[in-house]
């Protein structure tokens, strides 16, 4: 789906986004009325220090403004800015604060909806899409931690070596269904089916607790996350 | 201990470990008070990494986290440290797990400090998916205990530094103290190098890369608040300090923040090099600065970086 049809499926009851630079920010009616905020990155943009500031400083607004509509996120990014400009400034900073925002409104009572709907990675992914309440995507979703060759960088080794393994790996792999095993894309959404109906049932399932390790234990992505931090919850809980 | 570098000494008894070269368990034995620590799920539980096989990677039998409850200065705290030596301290599933379990202790015990030692070079790779989630369960663990009240303090100085999600994981905290050798950032030098070529970024540049992400560019620039020598004394002095001045996450935290980067991206978005920053910040000699002995940094830094408290 284009971004157009997307917004046309969420938000039929019409919005008001800008679109500059790669970047979204405004809102939207949702089913029933309110008003929900509304950011995200479309056209594999990277996300800079710019970008981030511009996007977090949206949803600060939108918690000053009150109300418990939701925020929602649209992701179709490249992932953070590389530069050396980027890293100068605390990058780490900017997108972390974007983060803390959504992380916020939602622990104040707006929803927070990540969809993704493009390609996103690392630091990008992790400062929208990943600090959301609840993260869905549509089909040909491309999220991934980190390009093959920086990963060839890091780990020395090679592309081809790479290659292979993301085909039999699924927790090192790239895509839409491999994150999903690990908790991390809660489900994908049926494009030929309105979305404004599959976001008002994401919706419906409010559960604020953060169940992404939980998640992945049930669909075997991650075998081990969801019990060893209950482990040191309780025994640190104890201690405390 | 024989790979520890004795410097001064002092009556704690830590003498001058060097934050640098000590292991993570030797970090968090002597930033403590003697005796205090307790971990838990230790490294005799070997709940080990359930992915590093497919590598034919050595698993380690604490994979490289090691998280617990002590006393710091008299008071409760929980801690975490990673071992940079191990997949230079990455965030794999079990690693990340011990960490997101000791937040959400804290944000259920509200009042109970977290100290998170980082030596992260981000996710590993090799359990990329679990990693990455991990890193974001950790910031939405971190933000929750810091809305209910808790101190979360960072502290930077080991030889992976804080790169990648663990720099973003760094940037949700209360408030962090940095040594000249904690670099702190999202990519690496190499991985900016691999993307962008050499023009954007030589990574074989030493003094290039410790002035773009070390320490004191940090400090200068208010992405730490405190800046300490190379050893434990000095990292518990900044730890036992930092507890003492900081609040809990809001929205005002927040719009603070807002304003703070703003400011910095309208007065340093145009500088070149981090020298040109120190000059614009006020330093007179901003070429000494790397060269400058810690004491003297810290007067420096002192006088011309910004306070940023709430507004982290």
Known sequence: MTLDEILQSLFPDGHD??????????????????????????????????????????????????????????????????????????????????????????????????????????GA???TALATRVLVGLPGAEPEVMDLPSMARVTKLSVEVLTEKARSTPVFAPGLDNLARTGGVLETWDPSKPLADQLAAVLGRADTRDRRDALGKERGGRPKAADIAERVRELATRAG | MSDL?????????????????????????????????????????????????VFDLPEQFDDGMVVGAGTLGGGAVLVAAQEGRFMGGAFGEVHGAKLTGLLRAAR????????????????????????????????????????????????VGGRSGCFGGGGLIAGCCSALAVSEQGRIGVSGPEVIETNRGVEEFDSKDRPLVWRTTGGKHRRLIGGADAFADDTVDAFRACALDLLRTTGPLTLDTLRNEQARLRERLDRFGACADARDVWAKRGVDDAGAVPGLPADDFIALAGRVAEPSHDAR
């Open chain 1, 17 to 122: 986004i800008a679109r500059t630079d790669g970047l979204l920010s405004g809102s939207a009616t949702m089913k029933g009325g309110a008003v929900a905020a509304v950011i995200g990155v479309e056209g594999r943009a990277p996300l800079g220090v710019d970008g981030a500031l511009k996007l977090g400083g949206h949803v600060l607004d939108a918690l000053e403004r009150g109300g418990d509509a939701p925020v929602i996120v649209l992701v179709d990014s490249d992932s953070q800015r590389m530069s050396k400009r980027d890293e100068l400034l605390g990058l780490n900073e900017f997108l972390a604060h974007l983060a803390k925002g959504l992380i916020l409104a939602d622990l104040r009572g707006r929803p927070t909806v990540g969809i993704l709907y493009g390609h996103t990675a690392a």
């Open chain 2, 5 to 53: 570098t004795p410097g001064g000494t002092s009556e704690s008894g830590r003498g001058g470990v060097s934050w640098y070269e000590a292991s993570a368990r030797q970090r968090v034995r002597l930033l403590l008070d003697a005796g205090s620590f307790t971990e838990f799920v230790g490294p005799e539980q070997r709940e080990t990494s359930p992915h590093l096989q």
């Open chain 2, 108 to 155: 259920d015990l509200t009042s109970t400090p977290v100290l998170i030692l980082f030596d992260t070079g981000g996710v590993r790779l090799q359990e990329a998916n679990a990693g990455e989630l991990a890193i974001a369960e950790i910031m939405r663990a971190v933000v929750e205990a810091r809305h209910a009240g808790v101190t979360v303090l960072g502290l």
């Open chain 1, 125 to 127: 992914f992790i400062a």
